[in-house]
């Protein structure tokens, strides 16, 4: 009996990450609105196996985005640990998290969206990113880097703003460098 349990957990786990591996590929490919029993199907399991694992599209989101939250934070170890000033740290580390913030088309709705509701997973996966943030904004504020007004959840709040802006059907082609140098004028400390 143990065996089979042991299978059928394995099978599983095996389900699991194939659903992860084809959400990725949909997602990265057409963006979040990709039907799910797309995804179940792409993935060579049932619709009720992916709902069993995943109830709901934020929960798949967010499992994805836990993946990359692990490459984020690699990045912010290289970056604390690397021989830059700390205004270059801040400045990389917020190209990082943009890039991670428009992962998936619509991203960023989803990511906004995790701001407004009490303990969502997504939103979880969204705290420990502004933590960062608020750690190399700390030290570009030491060195007189960066403005002292600001935190790490408004630089993270801006950046998803650009994010979502940058991808807006107004936005062209321009739009998301000017953002970007915009939100570059705006954080750093001015000299007298």
Known sequence: MESGTKGRRSDATRNRARILEIAEECFAEHGLEVPLDTIAKQAGVGAGTL??????????????VADRIGDLQQIHHDLVAAKLTAGTRLERWLEAIRTWMTSYDG????????WEKDATMLGAH?????????????DAQQHGDARPDLSGRDLYLANLGAAW?????????????????????GWRATTP
């Not at 991203?107 to 995790?114: G, I």
């Not at 705290?127 to 960062?132: I, W, Y």
């Open 107 to 114: 991203l960023p709705d989803p990511l906004r969206e995790a």
């Open 165 to 185: 802006a940058a991808s807006a059907p107004l936005a062209d082609s321009k739009s998301g460098a000017s953002i970007v140098d915009i939100l570059g004028s």
């Open 51 to 64: 709902y069993r694992h995943f109830p709901n599209r934020e929960t798949l989101i967010a499992a994805l």
């Open 126 to 138: 969204c705290r420990p990113v502004v933590d960062m943030t608020d750690q190399l904004l700390r």
